[in-house]
């Protein structure tokens, strides 16, 4: 009998921007609530799809629009978006700036892939929505975290050191995960920061029609020297519960939209088509729909707060915008063993320390729940955080 051969299976070598984002990334996948648990964790409204935008991609579907769009996004869908965004601006803007993609989040992708080279510094505030660091993980750049002031908003004497010689600088407003909005006065002085400089900025906006302050929001392209110099990024998910969709669009400076377009088109290809269609539908006949979501949200903000109040050793953060509480413990334990710990009385959050090193002693949780769900998700917190004391 032949004596039997073992062989080792081959060890495969994956590329380095793998181990670059596994170093890099703090994100995390927390569940959907269940029967067992209550889930303030998600990033994403609990509404359903208006039923105009469900019924459009059903009748395009009918319609046989299922080949493949042009590449940088079906023409009526980019002409909308360049009227909305003509307003938003206070500028002429062309429909061929616009580039449709594959949610936020292949936007994000494609254009600071195409922004960034290995060793480029590109700061970001921390805390802040922690997919910035990996994709510029990805692309083999430095990432130069600034931490935030008291308030939560940018503290601008570190910013201006830090943006010394910077590639890029990617925020977004309203923030996740502080819910903060940088109004004019901020978004102006950013602008009197970058003055003079090639500093490209990469303002991703996609809680914009989620804003409570009363007044006026602000995109960064409305303000002079910055709409210069800043790709815009933007989703249909947030305003209009759109999520698993999967349609954002950018617009920005042709040479940089043009970039982009080109890592996108490589990356993703063109999106479908009837979701075109249907988000076409959403820009054009759902503003109502908007508003609705958008108070709903407002109220259920101050339901959080006000269970939250009621917790010893929580001090609470003063959301503007977005759908996020982002309340600091006064526990000495990490926030993912803090997470860890609620999971078991059957409440999931998401660590402060997710969204950078300053977000540590922090916890955020979202009230796109239901007003139901919130309270017995504070509820159960409340019990968690008691029996870790």
């Not at 019924?55 to 980019?78: D, I, K, N, V």
């Not at 430095?142 to 943006?163: F, Q």
């Not at 940088?182 to 400089?197: M, Q, R, V, Y």
């Not at 669009?249 to 043009?258: A, E, K, R, T």
């Amino acid at each position: 009998m032949p004596p039997t051969v073992t062989t080792q299976p081959p060890r495969f070598a994956t590329a380095d921007a793998v181990a670059r984002i596994a170093a890099a990334s703090r994100r995390t996948q927390q569940p959907q609530s269940r029967a067992d648990l209550v889930s303030l964790a998600m990033g994403e409204p609990d509404f359903d799809t208006p039923p105009s935008v469900t019924e459009a991609a059903q009748a395009s579907l009918r319609a046989g629009r299922t080949h493949y769009s042009p590449l940088l996004g079906e023409p009526a869908l980019r002409e909308a978006l360049a009227g909305k965004l003509a307003a938003t601006a206070e500028a002429p803007v062309s429909a061929a700036d616009i580039l449709i993609t594959q949610g936020g989040t292949a936007g994000l992708a494609a254009s600071i892939l195409s922004i960034v080279n290995p060793g480029d510094k590109v700061v970001i505030p921390d805390p802040t929505y922690s997919l910035y660091a990996d994709l510029v993980a990805m692309a083999g750049g430095v990432v130069d975290p600034v931490p935030l002031g008291p308030d939560l908003h940018w503290d601008l004497d570190r910013l201006a050191a830090a943006l010394d010689d910077a590639r890029l600088f990617v925020f977004c407003n309203p923030v996740n995960p502080t819910g903060i909005v940088h109004g004019h006065e901020e978004l102006s002085a950013l602008a009197d920061l970058l003055d003079g400089t090639s500093t490209i900025v990469i303002s991703d906006e996609a809680y914009s029609d989620l804003d409570y302050t009363g007044r006026p929001f602000t995109s960064a392209v409305s303000v002079d020297g910055l709409r210069e110099r800043t790709v815009y990024c933007q989703t249909f998910s947030k305003s209009y519960a759109m999520t698993g969709w999967r349609v954002g669009y950018l617009w920005g400076p042709s040479p940089l939209v043009q970039a982009a377009a080109r890592v996108h088109n490589t990356f993703n290809g063109s999106v479908n088509t009837f979701i075109q269609d249907a988000a076409l539908v959403a820009v054009e006949s759902c503003a109502d729909d908007v508003a609705r979501m958008r108070a709903a949200y407002e109220e259920r903000g101050e339901i959080m707060r006000k269970e939250l109040a009621s917790i010893p050793g929580l001090t609470l953060s003063a959301p503007e915008g977005a759908f996020y509480q982002f309340p600091r413990y006064d526990l000495g334990l990490p926030s993912v063993d803090v997470v860890a710990a609620l999971r078991t009385h059957g409440v999931a959050v998401r660590p402060g320390s997710e969204f950078g090193a300053r977000g540590e002693g922090h916890l955020r949780l979202s009230y796109a729940a239901g007003p139901q769900s919130i309270v017995e998700g504070v509820r159960r917190l409340a019990h968690g955080l008691a029996a870790l004391r």
